[in-house]
């Protein structure tokens, strides 16, 4: 399975502010996903990062909000725009190498006052 | 658009008892995942089931597919304080097969 690191892997940004987060792939894989999970929730996605194009993003989110950047096949990043406290959540990387699967980097902690 | 259920969010069980848990989905599935997530951790990949009626074993863990490809089943034999997390099925759905994820059943085990 892929090796994901995740930078960084906690943050706490004030209000307004703007986090981008990471993720590294020790191998080339087919699809990488960027979800965010609530504490004690289940994972919502955000989008899914295209290499070389635009990401897909799910309802509820859009590209001013959470812009994502995927230049190649092993490394993406998720920027959180004009944070709020409601942004306070766990960030995701996630990828798919060719079957179904999915694996997870070890998430992103972010907590914005 | 597609539902994955999984029913209650939490339970208890005393170590050593055994525990089912079941994942329901609102349409029929081409496979359907299990993951696991410890305390403070990411989501790990368990199991993959595809066939209808389809049961796979990993050590203690049983996981069963439905025959119509519509729910699922998580049975560990014999709790112990290492099955301790939160399990997660997940479907495929929509366009590139992106994975619905149910809300997860948080177990935590007495010893």
């Known amino acids: 399975s892929a090796v994901i690191s995740q930078k960084p892997s906690r943050d706490i940004c004030q209000r307004g502010t703007s986090l981008t987060i990471q993720c590294q792939v020790d191998s080339q894989v087919t699809m990488m996903f960027w979800y965010r999970q609530q504490p004690g929730q289940s994972l919502t996605l955000i989008a899914t990062a295209n290499q070389g194009s635009e990401a897909t993003y799910e309802s509820g989110f859009v590209i001013d909000k959470f812009p994502i950047s995927r230049p190649n096949l092993t490394f993406s990043t998720l920027t959180v725009s004009n944070m709020s406290p409601e942004d306070s959540s766990i960030y995701l990387c996630s990828v798919r190498q060719g079957g179904n699967e999915q694996f997870f980097g070890p998430g992103t902690r972010l907590t914005v006052l | 658009g597609q539902q994955v259920m999984q029913i209650p969010q939490y339970q208890h069980v005393q170590e050593g008892e055994d525990f089912t848990t079941y994942c329901n989905s609102s349409t029929t599935l081409s496979n359907i995942q299990w993951y696991k997530q410890r305390p403070g951790g990411h989501p790990v990949f368990l199991i993959q089931l595809v066939k209808s009626g389809e049961v796979k074993k990993q050590k203690r863990l049983t996981f069963q597919f439905g025959e119509a490809k519509k729910n699922s089943s998580l049975h560990i034999t014999a709790t112990q304080t290492t099955d301790v997390g939160t399990y997660f099925c997940?479907?495929?759905?929509?366009?590139?097969?992106?994975?619905?994820f149910g809300k997860g059943i948080t177990l935590s085990v007495r010893p």
């Open positions: 997940a479907g495929p759905a929509g366009a590139n097969s992106k994975l619905t």
